[in-house]
């Protein structure tokens, strides 16, 4: 059983920042690959910025330049860092991990979700 806890959601207004958090707990052998991944009502959703376990990152282009991804090997965390935030950030953000558990074998896990809100 692995679960992934987010916190750092809220409200802020344009321009301002957040940092949103995600531990990942449970029967973890190996994450090779954490992230965040955020979804507007009735529409799929879309990646924001992933980390793979060797320290490579990807940016969705929307992220790119304001938002910043970051993890912790140790605590099983990752962050986002999102700056410069914008109206049409507001959505709901989901955390992400590709896991090995002790089976051996690689799960794809999600959070919960977490609302950001972004006012003009």
């Known amino acids: 059983q692995v679960q992934l806890v987010e916190s750092g959601g809220g409200l802020v207004q344009a321009g301002g920042s957040l940092r949103l958090s995600c531990a990942a707990s449970g029967n973890i052998f190996r994450i090779s690959r954490m992230g965040w991944y955020r979804q507007a009502p009735g529409k799929q959703r879309e990646l924001v910025a992933v980390t793979t376990s060797d320290g490579s990152t990807n940016y969705a282009d929307h992220a790119k330049g304001r938002f910043t991804i970051s993890a912790d090997k140790v605590k099983n965390a990752v962050y986002l860092q999102m700056n410069s935030l914008k109206p049409e950030d507001t959505l709901v953000y989901y955390c992400?991990?590709?896991?090995?558990?002790?089976?051996?074998?690689?799960?794809?896990?999600w959070g919960q979700g977490t609302q950001v809100t972004v006012s003009s």
């Open positions: 992400y991990a590709r896991i090995m558990t002790d089976s051996r074998y690689e799960y794809q896990y």
